[in-house]
């Protein structure tokens, strides 16, 4: 069971942050004040750099994402800005209708974010409402049209930020699949390519050209997670409580929906490819190397497929060996 919790803490690379202070979780107001007073992401769009995220409020979002099954779902972070950086500290939900490609925040939604908030400073929580999650269930992390439009209207408010999450590759992956965003003000013109320095990631082909159509108006944060002393007596809990099944359940059963999709739209990537190559102009180097860039991009793809699911597969039989040795342990005579 330990074990179990170790290897999902490695795997998305939370640590435990000042165990005796707790201090990312000190709400300092003179800091906020002050850096609200100098604004210095108002000169430089590219000011905030660093997101950190407490281990409660990664796992608040995650199984919030998991819940929306295919539809899109939506929620707030809370927490404050340090130099560069953003803390968060907890996230909630927001009760907003959801689709297959977006999520329509309504009135309701902004009546509870103010009546949540407001409980919570009287509760004597000061966290402030940092920025907005949201899923993209099996097509990656990344803001379509959209989200850039949502995310620059919240930016003019103040320092916010934009998380999006995909449930169906965390499961396939068996990490948090997860991208912080900020989007540019309307007139900047970025020094760098949209996504120059991003890992690389499939984009389905219905996705693809709201993916690259809105590439450069936004840049993406390193995103850092950490626990707490309390942090970490929760997610004992939690795992003392569900460890069994977390055990025993089958990443290539619970991610079967998502595989099959991925083998589709690698198949389709696959048949445009071949399209390409058998119609485009032979002789030119320019087409030649587009066409090697696109058959690159089909490659990667089924690798990504076939290393995840070798990592299941593996996965599996480490859990059958398990069980086998355990059930062939002679047993004590009474």
């Known amino acids: 069971m330990q074990a179990a919790q ?23 107001k003179a800091v906020q004040d002050t850096l609200n007073a100098q604004r210095p992401w108002a000169n430089d769009p590219y000011y905030f750099k ?8 990664l796992l608040k979002m995650v199984m919030h994402a998991r819940s929306g099954g295919s539809l899109e779902v939506m929620g707030l972070m809370q927490g404050y800005i340090l130099p560069e950086t953003f803390v968060v500290t907890d996230a909630f939900r927001l009760p907003v209708e959801g689709t297959e490609t977006r999520v329509n ?5 902004n009546e509870y974010m103010v009546s949540y908030l407001q409980s919570c400073r009287d509760a004597g929580r000061m966290d402030n409402a940092v920025g907005w999650y949201h899923s993209h269930p099996g097509y990656g992390c990344w803001l379509s049209g959209i989200d850039v439009a949502t995310q620059m209207t919240q930016q003019l408010t103040g320092p916010f930020l934009a998380v999006v999450i995909d449930p169906d590759r965390t499961i396939s992956a068996g990490r948090v699949e997860i991208g912080s965003f900020r ?12 996504h120059e320095d991003d890992d690389y990631q499939t ?8 993916f690259g159509a809105h590439a450069n108006q936004y840049y993406s944060l390193e995103t850092t997670h950490f ?11 939690l795992w003392n409580k569900y460890w069994v ?4 359940q089958s990443p290539l059963f619970t991610s079967r929906d998502f595989g099959s999709k991925q083998m589709t739209d690698l198949s389709q990537k696959v048949r445009s490819a071949t399209r390409q ?3 485009g102009a032979p002789r030119s180097s320019g087409a030649a190397a587009a066409k090697d860039k696109q058959l690159d991009k089909v490659v990667r793809g089924g690798q990504r497929i076939v290393s995840e699911e070798v990592k299941g597969l593996l996965a599996s039989e480490i859990k059958m060996k398990l069980f086998q040795n355990i059930d062939d342990k002679p047993k004590p005579e009474f």
């Open 6 to 28: 170790q290897s999902w803490e490695l795997e998305n690379a939370i640590k435990v942050f000042d165990p005796q202070r707790d201090a990312l979780y000190k709400y300092d």
């Open 50 to 57: 660093y997101v950190r995220i407490s281990a409660s409020a």
């Open 105 to 109: 925040a309504q009135d309701e939604a």
């Open 183 to 194: 989007t540019f003000p309307q007139d900047f013109v970025p020094t760098r390519e949209g």
């Open 203 to 210: 984009i389905p082909m219905g996705k693809a050209e709201d």
């Open 227 to 237: 626990k707490s002393t309390l942090d970490s007596d929760i997610l004992s809990l």
């Open 245 to 248: 099944a977390t055990l025993s």
């Open 277 to 279: 190559i058998e119609n």
